[in-house]
């Protein structure tokens, strides 16, 4: 069974870095049949699509935070990195790492959400 | 590019079938079979419910249907259960790999 883990850390101060890493289980990061992403949700809002990498590294970014954020893979720790620079408060929030099937909407693996606050 | 647009709440009796849209355009919803629904329970990660229109993930209940006519999707939701109440997010491919969503609608079940 597919499972995806988000870590990193909970708290980040306000103009630093906001760095988290997917751990994948039960499949394979280099599969060339699927995307790799990044959703955020501030508390009481909705969601965003942040952005998403696939197999050989190509990034797909939203534009809120295209000027901001970067994505990576580590095939070899079957990872994939989120880092989001100059943080503000506005980047508080639950942080939701997923899987989606290649040429389709579907989303069909996500992690449990790791919460993030922007605070000094 | 500007979120989808969705009701902010609907709300339904037990037994009863709602319909939740989500408008985009033609540079989206309109252009594209890549519209997903997700269930969003407090607390929790999403849950697809729909993709691509109408596709539905095996262990999906057959209660949840989705469509799409012109620049809007529709998740219609049949003999509704308490269980039911939750948020829902519609989702559409954009252009060049990126997604814009819609902003969420809250569903009450009376």
């Known amino acids: 069974q597919l499972q995806l883990q988000e870590s990193g850390p909970g708290l980040v101060k306000p103009s630093e870095t906001l760095s988290l890493t997917c751990t994948v289980s039960?499949?394979?990061?280099?599969?060339?049949?699927?995307?790799w992403g990044w959703f955020r949700q501030p508390p009481g809002k909705g969601l965003e699509w942040i952005g998403c990498?696939?197999?050989?590294?190509?990034?797909y970014y939203g534009p809120s935070l295209m000027s901001r954020v970067a994505m990576s893979v580590d095939t070899s720790n079957n990872q994939f990195s989120l880092r989001v620079n100059s943080v503000t408060a506005a980047d508080t929030g639950l942080y939701f790492c997923?899987?989606?099937?290649?040429?389709?909407?579907?989303?069909?693996?996500w992690g449990q959400g790791m919460k993030v606050t922007v605070s000094s | 590019q500007s979120a989808l647009t969705q009701p902010a709440s609907v709300s339904g009796s037990p037994g009863q079938s709602i319909t939740i849209s989500c408008t985009g355009t033609s540079n989206d919803i309109g252009n594209y079979n890549y519209v997903s629904w997700f269930q969003q329970r407090p607390g929790e990660a999403p849950k697809v419910l729909i993709y691509d229109v109408s596709s539905r993930p095996s262990g999906v209940s057959n209660r949840f249907s989705g469509s799409k006519s012109g620049n809007t999707a529709s998740l219609i939701i049949s003999g509704l259960l308490a269980e039911d109440e939750a948020d829902y997010y519609c989702i559409s491919y954009i252009i060049s790999d990126t997604w814009v969503l819609g902003g969420g609608t809250k569903l009450t079940v009376l």
């Open positions: 997923v899987r989606r099937v290649g040429r389709s909407s579907w989303f069909d693996y």
């Open positions: 039960g499949d394979s990061i280099s599969s060339r049949y699927h995307y």
């Open positions: 990498i696939n197999y050989s590294g190509n990034t």
